[in-house]
């Protein structure tokens, strides 16, 4: 059954009623441009074609109840009691529904709407956005919630709103100090193109990527290897980018010229310098690979996709061996680029793939895993897809 049908039964089976509509989200595959979001830096995603589904009806006690297909309990909390409840007690929430219930609360603060003046809601969830794989399976769950409770309350928030109060969600409500371009990519994906975006001041740029024309797949290489970026390096790594800023006397690393690294690596430790060495020039080859693929087409981003690999492993150091392997077979294989995506340690590696030579760079990747010993990877292509919407 599809994920949409999944959600649909769910909500029939817990409510014996049809639900008022239902809306979906994608997931999110990182092309270029990693962790550069929290450094008001520049990012270049896509929205993948799995999707989160969520069936929604209104009810008229002011509650709010959630259920996914991972976790058939319902949880239930009144809207008023939201305000309590995050971010002082989310830990009294399951993990899973402090997404759904955590864009409800971030979209009644950012909006100021009285709890009272909205329908309460049921929100029935299922996905096929892989889990841990680094493709933002939650950032999927914020939208879909985001776009339907914006619509369904009648608050008229934006798209760039509704991404804000995911990232607030999860900021909050979730605890994982992550930026604002996974639910920027959900809530602005357009098919067959990426988004470029300046995180500072949130300018977006649906940009074509032409992979098809080019007869170019992406490979996703997903190491099973899982990570939560609630706990440890994610937010290491944040705060050392913090130091190099402070160091500089700059808001933020997006402040820092490649021509300036020398000045840094005067100022702070070695393991600092090479934090802020991969995000100043992590920032520099997304502007380079934007420019590049306008120019040239995307047959010509490969080099700059390895770079910004190179870069994660070796001076961010958030890859794992699985990663590693994924990225070194699949070029050795014939791949024009690879990199890991996302946050790191653990989840996805991307390959940029002649049509052609997919099954070669599947199968030596999958053999290369093997051998290694390491858990069978999920290998599939994606199509770069739409953005939030309602379905029905
Ligand atoms: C995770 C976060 C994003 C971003 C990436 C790294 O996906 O949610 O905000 O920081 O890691 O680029």
Redesign the pocket.
């Known amino acids: 059954m599809t994920a949409a049908g999944e959600a649909y039964g769910l909500f029939t089976s817990l409510t014996g009623t049809e639900p008022a509509g239902s809306w979906s989200a994608p997931g999110r595959v ?1 092309l270029i441009g ?5 450094n008001d830096g520049f ?1 270049f995603p896509f929205a993948t074609p799995h999707r989160t589904h969520v069936a929604l009806g209104r009810r008229e006690d002011g509650r709010i109840r959630v259920v996914s297909t991972f976790d058939p309990v319902p949880v239930e909390v009144a809207l008023a009691d939201l305000d309590a409840l995050f971010p002082a007690r989310r830990d009294e929430v399951v993990e899973w529904a402090r997404y759904p219930l955590g864009v409800a609360w971030a979209l009644l603060q950012a909006t100021g709407a009285d709890p009272a003046s909205v329908p309460g809601v049921d929100l029935a969830f299922a996905s096929d956005v892989p889990v841990g794989a680094g493709l ?1 399976s939650s950032a999927a769950i914020e939208s879909a919630t985001g776009s339907a409770l914006n619509d369904v309350w009648g608050l008229g928030l934006d798209r760039v709103a509704v991404a804000r109060a995911g990232r607030t969600a999860e900021n909050e409500a979730v605890g994982a100090p ?5 639910q920027m990519a959900a809530m602005l994906g357009e098919t067959d193109a990426g988004t470029f975006l300046d995180c500072r001041t949130l300018d977006a740029q649906v940009i074509e990527l032409g992979f098809a024309r080019a007869g170019l797949d992406l490979v996703v290489m997903d190491t099973r290897v899982t990570h939560a ?1 609630s706990t440890g390096g994610y937010g290491e790594r944040r705060a050392a980018c913090e130091r190099g800023a402070a160091a500089m006397g700059v808001p933020a690393l997006r402040d820092v010229r490649p021509d300036q690294l020398a000045r840094v690596q005067e100022l702070v430790d070695d393991v600092t310098f090479r934090r802020v060495r991969h995000v100043v020039t992590e920032n520099q080859r997304v502007l380079d690979a934007v420019r590049t693929l306008r120019e040239q087409g995307p047959r010509a981003i490969g080099d700059l996709l390895y770079a910004s690999h190179v870069s994660m492993r070796d001076d961010f150091e958030i890859s794992v061996p699985e990663l590693d392997l994924a990225v070194e077979s699949a070029r050795a294989a014939g791949a024009i680029g690879a990199r890991m995506t ?2 790191g340690f653990g989840g996805a590696a991307i390959a940029l793939v002649a049509h052609d030579t997919v099954g070669a760079v599947t199968d030596a990747v999958r053999a290369a895993f093997a051998d290694a010993g390491f858990t069978e990877p999920h290998i599939f292509t994606v199509r770069p897809s739409e953005g939030a919407r309602r379905d029905s």
């Open positions: 990182n990693e962790h550069t979001d929290y990012v933002s992550t930026g604002i371009m996974d970026h996302g946050g």
